[in-house]
């Protein structure tokens, strides 16, 4: 298992953030995710096996949602 944080600019409401741990929850191979509005974040804890850090970020573009720059 491995972790990750993105940063999220758009990320500014508590519903966001529960709007895109939904969204990562969905993803296949992440077993944990918890987005932060106040700190404009999304961390998730993964299966390198199952899935890519390319997926999350897909995930995180369909929704709506967009990740700061690197």
Excluded: C, P
């Excluded at 600019?9 to 106040?38: F, H, Y």
Aim: charged residues 25%.
């Amino acid at each position: 298992m491995q972790d990750y944080t993105f940063q999220i600019s758009n990320l500014t409401t508590e519903e966001d953030a529960e709007k895109l741990t939904q969204a990562m929850l969905e993803v296949w191979g992440i077993s944990q995710a918890e987005a932060s509005a106040q700190h404009k974040t999304v961390s998730i804890v993964f299966d390198e096996r199952m899935s890519s850090l390319e997926d999350f970020k897909q995930a995180v573009r369909e929704a709506g949602f967009h990740q700061a720059s690197e």
